[in-house]
């Protein structure tokens, strides 16, 4: 399967100038992409095909006063730009049909500079390289510090050069595992557990464990609360404004990398102990509608399953999701009692057929659990095919990771 590896890049001021005309040269392909399509949609015309638009948007483009400028980046920028017009008009067609998993796509939009992601990529024919000193070589941008967390397990098929909101750039490069390496990496094993995700607790195992919800957004809220306060005060447009949106978005930031470090390292850890995992397939969108909503995004189940989901694809593990319909809240886990609907404030319980005091969450863990091991035994397709790692796979996200990564 395939994997993205990201790591902190750290470009001088001449290859940051370097980038951003790259970004916005990207940009530009693109919108251009996005308009002529439109043109010929309200014309009633058929669209024009992925070489017709290269060779008018790119190739003859370049010998126009108009866009002469389009020259002074990587061709293979360009055309990876009118690939990812390609690939949105396609995925927004697909979720039309019904093709296409997940909430209905929208139609393609333009892209502007203010957005909080710019992104370029370069394939092989890019003829981009890692060098000797460990620096990232790039066509017309030169070579860029890189902070490497941990080696590159394979050579990488392309390279994407990201900048986020809060102006840090990132290298996040496509790598092809070994599925012998990862079979060493993490053997076989015969235990089985079962997760029941919760606000008071982040998580509790079947086997009685308890983990802690960090609750990073909450304990960052107030130094949150003050940097956006101080946003708000500066006058728009101006260069205070800007260093009060980058001092926002750096505090985010830093909630998001240390919420997305807790979630790698808790899945690493359950995934490497256990051969069957069960967790409960929650309606994350159903509760982000409901006065615990702030709670429920600070927790990130949705981020954490997900983890979950491509590392078990990743080791040979069975990843089981339980109904959100089936009560595991209200079974007795000892004899399978049927013990009804408790309110939330319901945290211990005993069973009115064998008398056994249940604790909530560990009593529903061990019925996930259950249910987990009841469909891997009645031999049902439970485990995910191979899935692409989210942007955050492993690397450098302003957060030191020395120790931890060894």
Same mark, same amino acid.
């Given at each position: 399967?395939?994997?993205?590896?990201?790591?902190?890049?750290?470009?001088?001021?001449?290859?940051?100038?370097?980038?951003?005309?790259?970004?916005?040269?990207?940009?530009?392909?693109?919108? $251009?992409?996005?308009?002529?399509?439109? *043109?010929?949609?309200?014309?009633?015309?058929?669209? /024009?095909?992925?070489?017709?638009?290269?060779?008018?948007?790119?190739?003859?483009?370049?010998?126009?006063?108009?866009?002469?400028?389009?020259?002074?980046?990587?061709?293979?920028?360009?055309?990876?730009?009118?690939?990812?017009?390609?690939?949105?008009?396609?995925?927004?067609?697909?979720?039309? @049909?019904?093709?296409?998993?997940?909430?209905?796509?929208? %139609?393609?939009?333009? @892209?502007?500079?203010?957005?909080?992601?710019?992104?370029?990529?370069?394939?092989?024919?890019?003829?981009?390289?890692?060098?000797?000193?460990?620096?990232?070589?790039?066509?017309?941008? #030169?070579?860029?510090?890189?902070?490497?967390?941990? /080696?590159?397990?394979?050579?990488?098929?392309?390279?994407?050069?990201?900048?986020?909101?809060?102006? *840090?750039?990132? +290298?996040?490069?496509?790598?092809?595992?070994?599925?012998?390496?990862?079979?060493?990496?993490?053997?076989?094993?015969?235990?089985?557990?079962?997760? $029941?995700?919760?606000?008071?607790?982040?998580?509790?195992?079947?086997? !009685?464990?308890?983990?802690?919800?960090?609750?990073?957004?909450?304990?960052?809220?107030?130094?949150?609360?003050?940097?956006?306060?101080?946003?708000?005060?500066?006058?728009?447009?101006?260069?205070?404004?800007?260093?009060?949106?980058?001092?926002?978005?750096?505090?985010?930031?830093?909630?998001?990398?240390?919420?997305?470090?807790?979630?790698?390292?808790?899945?690493?850890?359950?995934?490497?102990?256990?051969?069957?995992?069960?967790?409960?397939?929650?309606?994350?969108? !159903?509760?982000?509608?409901?006065?615990? +909503?702030?709670?429920?995004?600070?927790?990130?189940?949705?981020?954490?399953?997900?983890?979950?989901?491509?590392? +078990?694809?990743?080791? #040979?593990?069975?990843?089981? @999701?339980?109904?959100?319909?089936?009560?595991?809240?209200?079974? =007795?886990?000892? =004899? !399978?009692?049927?013990? #009804?609907?408790?309110?939330?404030?319901?945290?211990?319980?005993?069973?009115? %057929? =064998?008398?056994?005091? &249940?604790?909530?969450? &560990?009593?529903?863990?061990?019925?996930?659990? %259950?249910?987990?091991?009841?469909?891997?035994?009645? #031999?049902?397709?439970?485990? /995910?095919?191979?899935?692409?790692?989210?942007? !955050?796979?492993?690397?450098?996200?302003?957060?030191?990771?020395?120790?931890?990564?060894?």
């Amino acid at each position: 399967m395939q994997l993205r590896y990201a790591f902190r890049l750290y470009p001088t001021p001449g290859q940051r100038i370097a980038l951003a005309r790259a970004f916005g040269c990207a940009r530009v392909v693109y919108n $251009d992409a996005i308009a002529v399509r439109e *043109r010929a949609r309200s014309a009633g015309e058929a669209f /024009p095909t992925a070489a017709v638009l290269s060779r008018t948007l790119v190739t003859e483009a370049k010998k126009t006063r108009e866009r002469h400028w389009l020259g002074e980046v990587s061709a293979v920028v360009l055309q990876q730009a009118l690939r990812d017009a390609e690939s949105a008009y396609r995925n927004f067609f697909a979720s039309l @049909k019904g093709e296409r998993r997940g909430p209905t796509s929208g %139609a393609p939009r333009f @892209k502007s500079r203010k957005d909080r992601r710019q992104a370029v990529r370069f394939t092989a024919n890019a003829r981009w390289k890692i060098t000797e000193a460990g620096r990232l070589s790039l066509p017309k941008i #030169g070579e860029v510090r890189v902070r490497w967390s941990r /080696p590159l397990p394979s050579v990488p098929s392309s390279v994407t050069v990201v900048k986020d909101a809060a102006g *840090r750039y990132f +290298a996040s490069f496509v790598i092809d595992t070994d599925p012998a390496a990862d079979a060493a990496r993490m053997p076989d094993t015969d235990q089985a557990v079962g997760i $029941d995700l919760g606000l008071t607790h982040f998580a509790v195992l079947s086997d !009685g464990t308890k983990i802690d919800s960090p609750r990073f957004l909450r304990r960052a809220e107030k130094k949150l609360k003050r940097a956006q306060r101080e946003l708000s005060r500066k006058q728009k447009g101006s260069r205070n404004r800007e260093k009060a949106r980058l001092k926002v978005a750096r505090a985010h930031a830093r909630v998001a990398d240390a919420r997305r470090e807790f979630h790698h390292q808790l899945s690493t850890q359950l995934i490497r102990e256990n051969q069957t995992v069960a967790v409960e397939d929650l309606a994350v969108g !159903g509760l982000a509608r409901t006065r615990l +909503a702030k709670s429920v995004h600070d927790a990130g189940w949705s981020q954490f399953v997900g983890m979950l989901v491509y590392k +078990a694809a990743r080791y #040979g593990r069975t990843l089981v @999701k339980v109904g959100r319909f089936e009560p595991t809240s209200q079974v =007795c886990s000892a =004899c !399978g009692h049927p013990g #009804g609907p408790k309110p939330l404030q319901v945290r211990e319980w005993t069973c009115p %057929a =064998c008398g056994t005091v &249940h604790d909530r969450d &560990h009593n529903a863990a061990k019925n996930i659990k %259950a249910a987990g091991l009841a469909v891997t035994a009645c #031999g049902a397709q439970v485990r /995910p095919g191979p899935v692409p790692a989210q942007r !955050g796979e492993a690397g450098s996200h302003g957060i030191r990771t020395g120790a931890r990564a060894a």
